[in-house]
């Protein structure tokens, strides 16, 4: 038993990133515009790295909408990154499945790669002074559950 919680802890600190390195990057947006993450410091921001031929990204999206249309309102912002190395195809998901924040472009994979990213989806929850608090990687019904969790955790701080 201890030997597996060692072999957990490890694979964890692996997908970590330190507290105090949280890259800071600008991406061009599917709303027209260049998105710096610095300028949403003071929020909560849940970053959500995804791609178009993943089925549970897909699955996913909407229940990010529903946290962005909850949580907005307290201070909560959520990013798409989308990863393709064609910026179309996330455009073609996007008019299937309509969200109101932005998403990101990261067709060269460097912000993927600044924030060690080895499954899609990823998802990254920021405290308001822009440390990661919270990671997750993968998707499950219910996964949703445990966003709202962790932003109602920062929100309250």
Not at 73 to 81: D, E
Not at 88 to 97: F, G, H, N, V, Y
Not at 98 to 112: A, H, K, N
Request: net charge neutral; charged share 25%.
């Amino acid at each position: 038993m201890r030997t597996i919680l060692i072999i957990l802890l490890a694979s964890i600190s692996q997908f970590s990133l330190a507290a105090d390195t949280t890259p800071d990057f600008t991406l061009k947006s599917n709303q027209g515009n260049n998105q710096r993450l610095s300028e949403y410091q003071g929020q909560v921001v849940l970053i959500n790295f995804w791609a178009s031929w993943c089925g549970p990204c897909r699955q996913e999206m909407p229940l990010l909408e529903e946290i962005q249309q909850k949580y907005a309102k307290l201070g909560v912002t959520v990013l798409g990154i989308n990863v393709d190395k064609d910026p179309s195809k996330a455009d073609k998901i996007l008019r299937e499945t309509q969200v109101s924040f932005p998403i990101l472009y990261d067709s060269e994979g460097e912000v993927s790669k600044l924030f060690k990213v080895k499954a899609m989806p990823t998802t990254f929850i920021l405290d308001r002074e822009g440390t990661i608090r919270f990671s997750h990687m993968g998707f499950k019904p219910g996964y949703e559950d445990q966003y709202a969790a962790n932003i109602k955790t920062l929100i309250r701080e």
